[in-house]
């Protein structure tokens, strides 16, 4: 039988080191998924802001590359033309233009050619609009005191300066004031300036009017004086007695002014001052053509003036370009939406970009503004070619 | 073990500075878009100031050649209008930045700058939403690199370069009696027809007293009206003594319309001048293009002439018919006073010769003379060459004088130009005082504006940091940073007025003062109690742009914390955020910050004031 042995004692865990163990390794692995839970928290928060800022990042790019491109108004590879419909509607009127008002991008062939009385095409030709002395075709020669109820007692500047090649001027009476007439078949010493600034007018609208001419140009012209209102086969401008029509002088151009008689030809400045002509590529911009190309020769006033929020919101929402860079995101993303506000006030071009951004997880908005350098309409227009003539 | 903790060190370390790098990223898109706007207002903004006093009697008297008006970016940019203010400097000073950079700005004078809560849109703030929450505000920037000399914006003696329409008559302007030179000639001054109190001054015979003639002679009015002559007889006929219509057609003003008797002897008193200054023939009744003179004292007097010659024989167009003047209109000689005037003879291509010669004489006297200010220059063609290049000599000795309404010691120095001004003639606003005197010493080395500068002396730089400074429990309830005395807009001296009353009765057109008011202007609080207000309440009704009115002008009483200094100065601090409600961080503004370095940017520093397009 044999003996019976002692066993060596049985190596184990006690209890004691067992719980110290399993706290440790819980331990452990609490801190480990802590560590994870902060690593993927803050890789999801890294990664969010990542794509918040790559997101900014297009936003910002987006608004460069308006500025300079101008895409979001005009670009025919994705059937964005809409600024370049013609109103036709006074093509019955017989428009000394060859076929109504355009937009800011409409062809200046389509609409203004030199087949009727209104002398000359476009000409963008530097050396046309040098200001050098000798060049007197490209100045202003009107009469810059001559206000809205002329009696003409400073003499007849339309013959020195009219869109007209050839020129009436009829007698006129009324309200106290009796002029006689100058006589028909008049030959105005300069027509070119008038002409281009008529064409202008006509094919582009007031902020691509202030965009293409000079900084120191003086906005009023000369044209035909009807004494009865102008005939319905003629254009339909009614003009002062001493030849500038008055949109110029009463119309979307008049100046802020405690008598309606003091109303003179101006410069850009003073014409815009607490106003604006913007370019209206907004998301509301109508369809028809005629309201488009009315919109395009309004003024509104968004400084002083008797404006108020809702002018200013309305005039913002018109002429804001508005760009959503992500249509096709994942639900969770943010979403990024660019603004492009082009306009003309004080003097100044303002080419204001509004980048927007909506978390649809935690529903904040954020959003960051700037005023660019950009190409400008003429630019915009050279670059697709809109300026030129068929040969 | 020792993996595990390394990895979860590692995690705790790296993604903190992952997401902080990437917050980076991101002041740096939107300072990026910060800067592109900087130089945007900085050079394409019109900073005419039209509405303010260009002219004084002292160069401090009008805020024309202060740090206001200077062609740098920290003096013209932070505005109301451009998006832009300094931060409160009691904010500022708690900033750390690398290599103190912050605190060494602050020392030597520089401000910091933030981004102001609206869009930088030239809207009126009454009609913006309220501002949505926008981290550019968390970017604050500052200037770094020392400003040059600037050339002046303006002669703050003389506002050069006047301008008037082409052709015209001689230049007169509203001018209600006060500093015109001694014993000014009757006609001179006069007034309009039923409202006598408006006067009107005939500038332009401090120059040549011969314009007289033209504008009216005898100086002192014939009550007959046929014996009178020249532009204002004509123009607005009235009874002695004689007036001047602002409505031509009112019905009341029409036994004021002139005639075409009036017409021809408008014509005879510019033939007059003509002959006086020696111009024949050739001038006055021109049958073609004239030569511009090359001498700047000839040419000015030659554009002069046909300025009034080429105004009074148009009008003749208005009392006869082209048929007639293709048949000639004779202008008989007559006698005004002792001399006689010569005859002429004036068809439609006369005129229209007339007209053609008078603009492009006047061209080439504008584009070739720049520094002779011998006749104003054309309304419908402002050119470069309109503004010489004029700065300050600083090495020259100081003009010595007072404070007009004060009494307070100044001194500015001289002004140095490219060339010496000649025919600088009087001021339209001070033409009592001579301006020969005002120049330098004549050292043409102090004048710099054209000479030869190195890349790097025009470069300067923006710099921007990131700071949570919405953070601190005042950073609504500071006061502004420090602001120029020179961006409060005080009217020119007035006969008999004070220092009181020429800070209250200057009208502010806000649209056309861009740099000045405090750049808070348009967020400011207006009320004494608003900073003792709880948080959260409701601040509209106390700030000032919202109110549409103009706490902040006038002199007032300093003991009164609700009186124009006070708001001027922003001392009640301002709605940074423009949420409308007064808001509280939650530090202390015991607490330091760390503001971290965004990114630098160089650009242009230009002398002379420019606006692009």
Same mark, same amino acid.
């Given at each position: 039988?044999?003996?019976l042995?002692? %066993?060596?004692?049985? #190596?184990?865990? =006690?209890m004691?080191? /067992?719980?110290? @163990?399993?706290? $440790?390794?819980? *331990?452990?692995?609490?801190?480990?998924?802590?560590?994870?839970?902060?690593?993927?928290?803050?890789? %999801?928060?890294?990664? #969010?802001?990542? =794509?918040?800022?790559? /997101?900014?990042? @297009?936003?910002? $790019?987006?608004? *460069?590359?308006?500025?300079d491109?101008?895409?979001?108004?005009?670009?025919?590879?994705?059937?964005?033309?809409?600024?370049?419909?013609?109103?036709?509607?006074?093509a019955?009127?017989?428009?000394?233009?060859?076929?109504? *008002?355009?937009?800011?991008?409409?062809?200046?062939a389509?609409?203004?050619?030199?087949?009727?009385?209104?002398?000359?095409?476009?000409?963008?030709?530097?050396q046309?609009?040098?200001?050098?002395?000798?060049?007197q075709?490209?100045?202003?020669?009107?009469?810059?005191?001559?206000?809205?109820?002329?009696?003409?007692?400073?003499?007849?500047?339309?013959?020195?300066?009219?869109?007209?090649?050839?020129?009436?001027?009829?007698?006129?009476?009324?309200?106290?004031?009796?002029?006689?007439?100058?006589?028909?078949?008049?030959?105005?010493?300069?027509?070119?300036?008038?002409?281009?600034?008529?064409?202008?007018?006509?094919?582009?609208?007031?902020?691509?009017?202030?965009?293409?001419?000079?900084?120191?140009a003086i906005?009023?012209?000369?044209?035909?004086f009807?004494?009865?209102?102008?005939?319905?086969?003629d254009?339909?401008?009614?003009?002062?007695?001493?030849?500038?029509?008055?949109?110029?002088?009463t119309?979307?151009?008049?100046?802020?002014?405690?008598?309606?008689?003091?109303?003179?030809?101006?410069?850009?400045y003073?014409?815009?001052?607490?106003?604006?002509?913007?370019?209206?590529?907004?998301?509301?911009?109508?369809?028809?053509?005629?309201?488009?190309?009315?919109?395009?020769?309004?003024?509104?006033t968004?400084?002083?003036y008797?404006?108020?929020?809702?002018?200013?919101?309305?005039?913002?929402?018109?002429?804001g370009?508005?760009?959503?860079?992500?249509?096709?995101?994942?639900?969770?993303?943010?979403e990024?939406?660019?603004?492009?506000?082009?306009?003309?006030s004080?003097?100044?071009?303002?080419?204001?970009?509004?980048?927007?951004?909506?978390?649809?997880?935690?529903?904040?908005?954020?959003?960051?503004s700037?005023?660019?350098?950009?190409?400008t309409?003429?630019?915009?227009?050279?670059?697709?070619?809109?300026?030129?003539?068929?040969? | 073990?020792?993996l595990?903790?390394?990895?979860?060190?590692?995690?705790?370390?790296?993604?903190?500075?992952?997401?902080?790098?990437?917050?980076?990223?991101?002041?740096?898109?939107?300072?990026?878009?910060?800067?592109?706007?900087?130089?945007?207002?900085?050079?394409?903004?019109?900073?005419?100031?039209?509405?303010?006093?260009?002219?004084?009697?002292?160069?401090w008297?009008?805020p024309?050649?202060?740090?206001?008006?200077?062609?740098?970016?920290?003096?013209?940019?932070?505005?109301?209008?451009s998006?832009?203010?300094?931060?409160?400097?009691?904010?500022?000073?708690?900033?750390?930045?690398?290599?103190?950079?912050?605190?060494?700005?602050?020392?030597?004078?520089?401000?910091?700058?933030?981004?102001?809560?609206?869009?930088?849109?030239?809207?009126?703030?009454?009609?913006?939403?309220?501002?949505?929450?926008?981290?550019?505000?968390?970017?604050?920037?500052?200037?770094?690199?020392?400003?040059?000399?600037?050339?002046?914006?303006?002669?703050?003696?003389?506002?050069?370069?006047?301008?008037?329409?082409?052709?015209?008559?001689?230049?007169?302007?509203?001018?209600?009696?006060d500093?015109?030179p001694?014993?000014?000639?009757?006609?001179?001054?006069?007034?309009?027809?039923?409202?006598?109190?408006?006067?009107?001054?005939?500038?332009?015979?401090t120059?040549?007293p011969?314009?007289?003639?033209?504008?009216?002679w005898?100086?002192?009015?014939?009550?007959?009206?046929?014996?009178?002559?020249?532009?204002?007889?004509?123009?607005?006929?009235?009874?002695a003594?004689?007036a001047?219509?602002?409505?031509?057609?009112?019905?009341?003003?029409?036994?004021?319309?002139?005639t075409?008797?009036?017409?021809?002897?408008?014509?005879?008193a510019?033939?007059?001048?003509?002959?006086?200054?020696?111009?024949?023939a050739?001038?006055?009744?021109?049958?073609?293009?004239?030569?511009?003179?090359?001498?700047?004292?000839?040419?000015?007097?030659?554009?002069?002439?046909?300025?009034?010659m080429?105004?009074?024989?148009?009008?003749?167009?208005?009392?006869?018919?082209?048929?007639?003047?293709?048949?000639?209109?004779?202008?008989?000689?007559?006698t005004?006073?002792a001399?006689?005037?010569?005859?002429?003879?004036y068809?439609?291509?006369?005129?229209?010769?007339?007209h053609?010669?008078?603009?492009?004489?006047?061209?080439?006297?504008?584009?070739?003379?720049?520094?002779?200010?011998?006749?104003?220059?054309?309304?419908?063609?402002?050119?470069?060459?309109?503004?010489?290049?004029?700065?300050?000599?600083?090495?020259?000795?100081p003009?010595?004088?007072?404070?007009?309404?004060?009494?307070?010691?100044?001194?500015?120095?001289?002004?140095?130009?490219?060339?010496?001004?000649?025919?600088?003639?009087?001021s339209i606003?001070?033409?009592?005082?001579?301006?020969?005197?005002?120049?330098?010493?004549?050292?043409?080395?102090?004048?710099?504006?054209?000479?030869?500068?190195?890349?790097?002396?025009?470069?300067?730089?923006?710099?921007f940091?990131?700071?949570?400074?919405?953070g601190?429990?005042?950073?609504?309830?500071?006061?502004?940073?420090?602001?120029?005395?020179?961006?409060?807009?005080?009217?020119?001296?007035?006969?008999?007025?004070?220092?009181?009353?020429?800070?209250?009765?200057?009208?502010?057109?806000?649209?056309?003062?861009?740099?000045?008011?405090?750049?808070?202007?348009?967020?400011?609080?207006?009320?004494?109690?608003?900073?003792s207000?709880?948080?959260?309440?409701?601040?509209?009704?106390?700030?000032?742009?919202l109110?549409?009115?103009?706490?902040?002008?006038g002199?007032?009483?300093?003991?009164?914390?609700?009186?124009?200094?006070?708001?001027?100065?922003?001392?009640?601090?301002?709605?940074?955020?423009?949420?409308?409600?007064l808001?509280?961080?939650?530090?202390?503004?015991?607490?330091?910050?760390?503001?971290?370095?965004?990114a630098?940017?160089?650009?242009?520093?230009?002398?002379?004031?420019?606006?692009?397009?």
């Amino acid at each position: 039988m044999p003996a019976l042995s002692t %066993a060596a004692p049985r #190596r184990a865990f =006690t209890m004691i080191e /067992l719980l110290i @163990a399993v706290s $440790i390794g819980t *331990l452990l692995m609490v801190v480990a998924f802590a560590g994870l839970r902060a690593a993927s928290s803050a890789f %999801a928060t890294g990664q #969010r802001l990542s =794509t918040e800022n790559a /997101l900014m990042r @297009a936003g910002f $790019i987006a608004g *460069l590359d308006e500025l300079d491109f101008w895409k979001g108004c005009d670009d025919p590879a994705d059937g964005r033309v809409a600024l370049r419909q013609v109103d036709d509607s006074r093509a019955a009127q017989d428009h000394p233009l060859k076929d109504g *008002l355009g937009q800011p991008f409409t062809p200046m062939a389509e609409v203004w050619d030199d087949s009727t009385e209104l002398p000359g095409r476009w000409e963008g030709d530097a050396q046309r609009w040098s200001a050098h002395a000798d060049n007197q075709a490209a100045r202003w020669r009107g009469n810059f005191a001559e206000c809205m109820d002329t009696d003409c007692r400073f003499g007849r500047y339309g013959v020195f300066f009219n869109q007209r090649a050839t020129l009436d001027i009829p007698a006129y009476a009324r309200d106290n004031v009796a002029l006689p007439a100058y006589g028909a078949a008049i030959a105005p010493r300069e027509t070119w300036w008038c002409g281009q600034y008529r064409g202008l007018t006509s094919v582009l609208g007031y902020y691509g009017l202030i965009d293409y001419l000079p900084a120191n140009a003086i906005h009023a012209s000369y044209s035909r004086f009807y004494p009865e209102g102008p005939p319905a086969g003629d254009w339909g401008q009614y003009v002062n007695a001493g030849g500038i029509p008055v949109e110029w002088l009463t119309g979307p151009w008049k100046v802020h002014s405690w008598a309606d008689s003091n109303r003179t030809p101006m410069t850009r400045y003073r014409a815009t001052l607490g106003y604006a002509y913007g370019l209206m590529a907004g998301p509301d911009a109508p369809a028809d053509a005629a309201a488009l190309a009315a919109r395009h020769r309004e003024q509104t006033t968004i400084l002083h003036y008797g404006t108020n929020g809702d002018i200013v919101r309305g005039f913002i929402a018109r002429v804001g370009l508005q760009d959503r860079l992500t249509p096709l995101r994942p639900s969770h993303w943010p979403e990024v939406r660019t603004s492009v506000l082009r306009y003309f006030s004080l003097g100044k071009f303002f080419n204001l970009c509004i980048v927007r951004l909506a978390d649809p997880v935690s529903g904040n908005q954020t959003q960051f503004s700037f005023n660019g350098f950009g190409t400008t309409l003429r630019g915009a227009r050279q670059q697709r070619d809109l300026d030129s003539y068929a040969p | 073990m020792a993996l595990v903790a390394i990895a979860v060190v590692t995690v705790l370390v790296l993604f903190p500075a992952g997401i902080k790098a990437q917050q980076h990223a991101r002041f740096r898109v939107l300072a990026s878009a910060k800067m592109l706007e900087l130089v945007d207002m900085f050079n394409t903004a019109n900073d005419g100031n039209p509405s303010m006093d260009h002219e004084g009697m002292e160069p401090w008297d009008v805020p024309m050649a202060y740090r206001s008006r200077a062609f740098d970016l920290e003096s013209l940019v932070p505005s109301h209008r451009s998006g832009v203010a300094p931060l409160p400097l009691a904010i500022a000073r708690r900033f750390d930045s690398d290599g103190d950079e912050i605190a060494t700005l602050l020392d030597e004078g520089a401000h910091l700058y933030y981004t102001l809560p609206h869009m930088t849109g030239n809207f009126d703030e009454r009609a913006l939403p309220n501002a949505p929450s926008s981290e550019q505000q968390r970017l604050v920037f500052a200037v770094t690199g020392y400003a040059q000399e600037n050339g002046l914006y303006s002669l703050p003696w003389k506002s050069w370069p006047y301008y008037s329409p082409y052709p015209s008559p001689p230049y007169h302007a509203h001018h209600e009696g006060d500093w015109l030179p001694a014993a000014p000639a009757a006609s001179t001054k006069f007034g309009v027809p039923e409202n006598s109190a408006i006067e009107l001054y005939l500038w332009e015979a401090t120059q040549d007293p011969d314009v007289q003639i033209v504008m009216q002679w005898p100086a002192a009015p014939d009550r007959d009206i046929s014996r009178n002559y020249g532009y204002l007889p004509y123009a607005y006929p009235s009874a002695a003594p004689l007036a001047y219509a602002l409505y031509p057609t009112d019905a009341k003003l029409q036994r004021y319309a002139p005639t075409r008797e009036g017409a021809i002897r408008y014509v005879q008193a510019a033939l007059l001048y003509c002959r006086k200054k020696g111009l024949d023939a050739s001038f006055y009744q021109p049958g073609g293009i004239l030569t511009p003179s090359g001498d700047a004292a000839v040419a000015a007097v030659q554009v002069r002439a046909l300025r009034f010659m080429a105004h009074a024989a148009t009008c003749l167009t208005r009392w006869y018919d082209k048929a007639a003047l293709d048949a000639g209109v004779d202008i008989p000689s007559v006698t005004i006073g002792a001399d006689v005037t010569p005859a002429a003879r004036y068809t439609h291509d006369v005129i229209v010769a007339l007209h053609d010669n008078a603009l492009r004489l006047c061209d080439h006297y504008c584009a070739s003379f720049p520094y002779d200010w011998g006749g104003p220059r054309p309304i419908e063609r402002a050119i470069m060459m309109d503004h010489p290049l004029i700065q300050w000599d600083v090495f020259s000795t100081p003009i010595p004088g007072t404070v007009f309404g004060d009494g307070r010691v100044a001194s500015q120095w001289k002004p140095i130009s490219g060339s010496p001004v000649t025919n600088i003639g009087r001021s339209i606003s001070f033409p009592g005082k001579p301006l020969e005197t005002i120049w330098g010493d004549g050292d043409n080395r102090h004048f710099s504006l054209a000479a030869p500068f190195a890349a790097e002396e025009r470069c300067r730089q923006v710099v921007f940091w990131a700071v949570d400074w919405q953070g601190y429990e005042d950073f609504e309830t500071a006061a502004s940073a420090p602001i120029d005395a020179s961006r409060y807009l005080k009217g020119a001296p007035e006969r008999n007025a004070d220092l009181g009353w020429m800070m209250t009765n200057h009208d502010w057109v806000d649209g056309e003062i861009w740099n000045y008011r405090n750049p808070e202007k348009a967020i400011l609080f207006f009320d004494q109690d608003v900073p003792s207000l709880p948080t959260g309440a409701d601040v509209a009704p106390w700030t000032l742009g919202l109110s549409g009115y103009e706490q902040d002008r006038g002199r007032g009483d300093v003991a009164n914390r609700d009186s124009p200094p006070w708001i001027f100065s922003g001392l009640h601090g301002a709605d940074r955020n423009f949420n409308q409600r007064l808001d509280r961080g939650p530090l202390p503004a015991s607490s330091r910050m760390r503001a971290s370095t965004i990114a630098r940017f160089n650009y242009y520093d230009g002398r002379v004031h420019q606006c692009l397009r």
